[in-house]
């Protein structure tokens, strides 16, 4: 019984199915209202399932000098290590599923997983756009990835704990963005990096080097490596919510606080132009590092003194 | 006028050696024939002097009864225009030394000369194809009068697209092609980027991916359906291509266009050259990632599509133009309407110009990238907007005012950074200029007719016809022999001119910067473009312009 119902929460709710169409919604939120800033009609609310029945059903096209099981496998990676993430997150303002000592960090490396399958995979298919795609797309990983952790660790160590519940429930009774500011926007940024929103689009920059990374890939494995970037998208942003908007219990505070995220994401999207690879890095490690580490230090400063 | 004629003394002092026979065919042109081995001394005398810059050249096979080819030099300085004429044997090798080192971006014109007409450029750093296509047989030049379609059968073997080893070619270099089939490129053109990280090295490009023999075709066809073929050189600027081409007919036939169908001509080029630069500015934004922008230029942009459409029934090939004038006419109620979308616009237009000049990411793309100076801006003989930029003035409808422009003068806008937010700015603040312009000729629109009566015949003659397009100086050369159709139409589109300055300015930037430096010149491929080889399952095959007509009607039945 207990095996049943662990599947039960693992493949459909809720994690599993519901996460994906969860994942979907936010995905169609996020183009909506990115259109509508952009004075477009925008699509319809079930544009992303259509894309994707639409994509699994497409053939699969393998290049020829990309080596074949990688090229299979790297997407199942990176859409395993989404999935497996919301485990650890109060997904929906629920318990989350699993949940142990430091698996903040568990669920920061399997997020992370993603974009180095991207990268993988651009490299392993070695288009030229893909490569210069994939190299990008690692570049600007070793830019957001260290100032992204540190941000997430600053209400872990408010909250003194390294595991993901016990911050949330801590969160529910301090709302952190107030008094950690550059560590809710380093964290917010550092999530649109995470996900190459604009500006940090510039490894896929349609214009330069068409789709990056994934140029090649087409039907089911663009399919996945797109679902993993929606299921990335809703963990992240509950994660910056649980962490930095007074936490999430329930589902109407959820709601509520992902799409207030969502709402500022679009918004940054809509008014800012792409940045080149050398100014991300640029921007991250002379801007985005050296503040959320100063925040870092005067937490631990003051808690030493308060403690 | 004065001026005119103190222009051509002088560049008839500057050739005073090197001149065989001297004529002034028009009064605003010196037309100077000139030995072969003269050539290139008569072309540094020129350049050495500063007398103007180097519009065109073209290449012109005078039949089998004569016995020669030529290639004209077309230098212009203000209205004076002076022509360098070499003549050739037509039989075996027509040589000409290659004046590239001189004047950069002669290079593209002499490859243009060695490809449709079989000239021999002596001297040439390269001398590989950029408009034929690569099966194309060798010795065969479609210009040639004696050309027959025949002969173009496609040759196996001779592709050069064929995909070079992915990733790496030539060595150990890394080459990012751009095109011709690229999402950065509406249109087909091809660069080659030798790229070290993401740093470009080298910087290749071809052209003529949709070449259709615009050229060859006019010699086939009356003076009245030329016009309708030269409108469809380019769907973005059609109405200056009809406007270059009926103005250098109605010069050869010494008619002149009455003044309020010339004021309608400015009128409606005005109107063009706003939905041309608010596409561009589109099209910038969106290479740089801003596509908000965008979307935005490119809305505001229907305002003045509809305006067209209004007036011309039209909303991409106006077609308000006809030979000795123009056929629409502007209405109490069009030209109300165009006031209204005027004041729209230009609220817009100020805006956007905020949002360019203060957007600090947009900066940190167009501040400083791709700068060329003055000096450089006048050897790579820039044009148009792109020139501008640089504090370059090169304005046909400044310096050479034509038709309406004499009634109506425009000021020309210039910046002097020359990097791509003074391209951004001065395009717009030409928009600026343009809705004075426009609005000027809506109150003041001279009564009388449209048109004047045309001959159905046009007497022999030569002339060059030159007006400005939103991307710079578009150039025309008509001749005539009297009969019904032209003999040679020789057209050299502003993006020919600007290529130099993406080649030379993309070694030493970023990856990123080459879409925006491409689209800071604005280039319009389907203008240098103008035989049509059609890949099918059939294979390929060249067709000839009645087979194509068929295959269209087919097609599209």
């Known amino acids: ?307 | 006028m004065k001026n005119i004629e103190q222009n051509l003394q002088n560049a008839e002092g500057l050739l005073a050696g090197l001149n065989r026979e001297a004529v002034h065919p028009e009064p605003n042109r010196l037309d100077i024939v000139v030995a072969v081995d003269d050539l290139r001394p008569a072309v540094k005398a020129l350049q050495d002097a500063h007398w103007g810059y180097l519009s065109a050249i073209t290449g012109m096979d005078l039949g089998a009864e004569s016995g020669q080819i030529e290639a004209l030099y077309h230098f212009c300085y203000g209205a004076a225009v002076t022509t360098l004429r070499v003549r050739q044997s037509r039989d075996g090798q027509s040589v000409l030394p290659t004046i590239e080192d001189i004047i950069p971006p002669a290079s593209f014109f002499e490859r243009e000369l060695q490809e449709m007409l079989g000239f021999h450029i002596t001297g040439a750093k390269t001398s590989d194809r950029l408009f034929i296509s690569d099966d194309w047989p060798e010795e065969v030049y479609p210009l040639r009068k004696d050309f027959n379609i025949s002969q173009a059968a496609p040759v196996e073997g001779r592709h050069a697209d064929e995909l070079p080893e992915e990733g790496v070619i030539r060595g150990s270099t890394f080459v990012v092609p751009i095109g011709p089939q690229h999402p950065a490129l509406k249109e087909p053109g091809h660069f080659e980027f030798t790229v070290d990280g993401e740093i470009i090295t080298a910087a290749r490009m071809r052209l003529g991916y949709a070449h259709r023999g615009i050229e060859k075709a006019a010699e086939s066809r009356n003076w009245i359906q030329n016009l309708y073929l030269f409108e469809r050189v380019c769907g973005i600027c059609s109405h200056t291509h009809a406007m270059a081409y009926s103005m250098g007919v109605e010069q050869l036939a010494h008619v002149e266009a009455p003044p309020r169908a010339n004021a309608i001509r400015e009128l409606v080029a005005g109107l063009e050259r706003i939905h041309s630069h608010l596409l561009w500015l589109g099209v910038a934004a969106h290479e740089a990632g801003f596509d908000t922008l965008f979307m935005y230029s490119w809305r505001d942009r229907e305002t003045v599509m509809n305006l067209l459409e209004q007036i011309t029934g039209n909303r991409v090939n106006y077609s308000a133009n006809v030979l000795g004038g123009v056929k629409c006419e502007i209405t109490l109620e069009q030209a109300k309407a165009i006031k209204e979308g005027l004041i729209f616009l230009e609220q817009r237009i100020r805006h956007y110009l905020e949002v360019v000049t203060t957007d600090a990411m947009f900066l940190n793309r167009t501040r400083n990238v791709g700068t060329i100076s003055f000096e450089e801006a006048e050897r790579f003989g820039l044009l148009g907007p792109t020139a501008r930029a640089s504090g370059l003035v090169r304005d046909v409808r400044v310096e050479a005012p034509y038709g309406a422009y004499v009634q109506f003068p425009i000021s020309a806008v210039t910046e002097t950074n020359g990097d791509l937010e003074a391209r951004c700015v001065v395009r717009l603040n030409e928009l600026l200029v343009s809705c004075f312009a426009i609005r000027t000729i809506v109150d003041n629109l001279p009564a009388g007719p449209l048109t004047v009566k045309m001959p159905r015949k046009i007497p022999a003659g030569e002339t060059v016809s030159r007006v400005e397009a939103p991307r710079g100086e578009l150039f025309y050369f008509i001749k005539s022999e009297g009969g019904e159709r032209p003999a040679r139409v020789h057209v050299r589109t502003p993006s020919l001119c600007n290529w130099v300055s993406v080649l030379e300015k993309a070694v030493g930037r970023q990856l990123a910067d080459a879409p925006m430096l491409i689209a800071g010149m604005d280039p319009c491929f389907s203008c240098n473009d103008r035989l049509v080889t059609i890949t099918g399952t059939a294979g390929r095959r060249t067709w000839s312009w009645s087979q194509l007509r068929e295959y269209g009607i087919e097609h599209y039945k």
Not at chain 1, 165 to 191: D, K, M, R
Not at chain 1, 206 to 216: D, M, N, R, Y
């Open chain 1, 1 to 307: 019984m207990s095996t049943l119902s662990s599947l039960f929460s693992l493949l459909i709710f809720p994690t599993g199915l519901t996460l994906i169409f969860t994942g979907m919604f936010f995905e169609w939120i996020d183009r909506k209202l990115v259109a509508r800033f952009q004075n477009r009609v925008g699509p319809r609310w079930f544009q992303p399932f259509a894309d994707m029945v639409k994509l699994f059903a497409k053939e699969q096209i393998v290049p020829g000098l990309a080596g074949p099981f990688l090229f299979f496998v790297l997407p199942v990676v990176a859409i395993a290590g989404a999935l497996t993430s919301a485990l650890y997150v109060p997904f929906l303002g629920m318990k989350p599923v699993h949940s142990f000592a430091g698996d903040l960090i568990v669920t920061i490396y399997l997020l992370s997983l993603l974009t180095m399958c991207i990268g993988l995979a651009g490299w392993n298919t070695s288009s030229r756009f893909s490569l210069v795609g994939s190299t990008r797309a690692l570049t600007q990983m070793f830019a957001y990835e260290a100032p992204f952790l540190l941000a997430l660790l600053g209400p872990a160590l408010v909250a003194g704990s390294w595991q993901i519940s016990e911050i949330n429930l801590y969160a529910q009774s301090h709302w952190i963005v107030f008094t950690q500011p550059v560590g809710f926007i380093v964290a917010l940024i550092g999530l649109m990096g995470k996900l190459e929103l604009p500006p940090f689009d510039s490894p896929e920059a349609e214009t330069e080097i068409v789709a990056g990374a994934l140029t090649e890939y087409s039907g089911r494995g663009l399919a996945i490596f797109k679902l993993g970037k929606s299921i990335e998208l809703i963990v992240g942003i509950t994660l910056v919510s649980a962490f930095y908007l007074g936490g999430v219990s329930g589902i109407l505070p959820f709601l509520v606080k992902t799409l207030v995220v969502l709402l500022m994401m679009t918004l940054l999207q809509t008014l800012l132009t792409r940045l080149r690879i050398d100014q991300t890095v640029g921007l991250w490690w002379r801007f985005g590092a050296i503040l959320v580490l100063a925040q870092i230090l005067l937490i631990i400063i003051l808690r030493g003194y308060v403690l």
